[in-house]
């Protein structure tokens, strides 16, 4: 199948192929004659794996691994199991980020009262004063 073919079947843009390819993360596809990319069955299941991963905010770095894994089956996986671990201590992390993130603009939600004019507004002026602190030259 062609680039565009492959990119339609496994929802992954032409130029994130090629850039998958440039970075060795998909094999080389083999050329037409005419010098098109004729990708097979075996570049869709690999880019549908590499799209999983993804898909999951594994690094790069780490599906490149994962990818030698499946290319040496006989390897120990307890590295497997420390990289998906170092991943979910990552999600745990930005999870805890994104809680704080909700509580904050909840509290900024709560300075708003219906019926008020921009002058008057409490997110406003709340967000216009954290962003004085932030450029306040006697800041440590």
């Not at 060795?24 to 690999?46: F, K």
């Not at 770095?61 to 499946?70: K, M, P, T």
């Not at 996986?77 to 992390?93: F, G, H, K, P």
């Amino acid at each position: 199948m062609r680039i565009g073919e492959l990119a339609k079947a496994t929802g992954v843009d032409t130029e994130t192929i090629r850039y998958y390819e440039k970075a060795g993360l998909l094999p080389a596809p083999a050329r037409s004659g005419n010098g098109y990319r004729a990708y097979g069955p075996e570049h869709q299941e690999r880019l549908a794996f590499i799209r999983h991963c993804r898909a999951l905010d594994i690094p790069l770095a780490e599906v490149r691994r994962l990818l030698e894994f499946l290319l040496h089956p006989e390897t120990d996986c307890a590295d497997v199991d420390r990289l998906i671990e170092t991943q979910l201590a990552r999600v745990r992390a930005r999870l805890e980020s994104l809680q704080a993130l909700e509580r904050q603009l909840s509290a900024l939600r709560g300075r708003c009262a219906a019926g008020r004019l921009a002058g008057e507004c409490g997110i406003l002026r709340e967000l216009l004063a954290a962003a004085q602190e932030e450029v306040r030259p006697d800041r440590p």
